[in-house]
């Protein structure tokens, strides 16, 4: 059983362009969290789906960012327009539907915006 | 909501010797929970510990639960170098499908 799969693994963008960052979450699982990590820093959560819903995207910053979870295929994270801030590690994590309070972590995508 | 705290910030011990990190919380919880980052690399669940528990057990580690005072301790018996990575608590506040409140996190150095 293959764990939380995100591609790319390291992300260069420049400045103004596009990031596209992939989720698979563990087979079996239905809800996917994203969350960024700032060097030196903890994680925060960004946003939270489950099939084709979210749920809860507090955590998003208001404009550039957007979170997809298509009935069919990975969670997609977008980043319209970076800027240097978005500079940072991705990781996404996924649960199973009921019952489990843990959430299992994939490798994550560093994103270097230049 | 806020982020937790966690002390200390770094900590630097010899192999063998015991590690303890602290964890504090803002806002009532169903569950805390510790996870590991080695560098570079994605998060490990270590433990669990529910609200109405005060003390759970795995293997080298030991967590305990304060939820008067919001906060938790990790303890690490008998280090090895290979236990050198970052650690983080996480607070949840509700059951199944709720996000998770992270620390800042402990760096902890385990030197041979």
């Known amino acids: 059983n293959a764990g939380v799969m995100q591609n790319p693994r390291h992300l260069v963008r420049r400045r103004g362009q596009e990031a596209r960052l992939r989720c698979s979450p563990m087979?079996?699982?239905?809800?996917v969290y994203w969350y960024r990590q700032l060097p030196e820093e903890g994680l925060k959560f960004m946003v939270y789906?489950?099939?084709?819903?979210?749920?809860?995207e507090s955590g998003m910053p208001k404009e550039r960012f957007s979170a997809e979870f298509p009935k069919e295929g990975p969670s997609i994270l977008r980043i319209q327009q970076v800027v240097r801030g978005d500079s940072a590690a991705y990781f996404c994590a996924s649960s199973p539907p009921r019952g489990a309070n843990e959430q299992f972590f994939g490798p994550g995508t560093r994103l270097t915006v230049l | 909501s806020q982020q937790g705290e966690e002390d200390p910030q770094a900590l630097s011990i010899q192999e063998g010797e015991n590690a303890t990190m602290n964890c504090s919380y803002k806002t009532s919880i169903n569950n805390l929970q510790w996870y590991r980052q080695n560098s570079g690399r994605g998060l490990v669940h270590l433990i669990l510990?529910?609200?109405?528990?005060r003390e759970k057990h795995s293997g080298r580690l030991r967590v305990t639960l304060d939820t008067s005072k919001k906060s938790s301790s990790l303890l690490i018996t008998a280090s090895r170098a290979a236990d050198t990575a970052s650690y983080f608590c996480?607070?949840?506040?509700?059951?199944?499908?709720?996000?998770?409140?992270f620390g800042e996190g402990t760096q902890l150095t385990v030197n041979p």
């Open positions: 510990i529910r609200s109405n528990e």
């Open positions: 087979k079996g699982h239905s809800h």
């Open positions: 789906l489950q099939k084709e819903n979210i749920i809860d």
């Open positions: 996480a607070s949840q506040k509700e059951t199944s499908g709720s996000r998770l409140t």
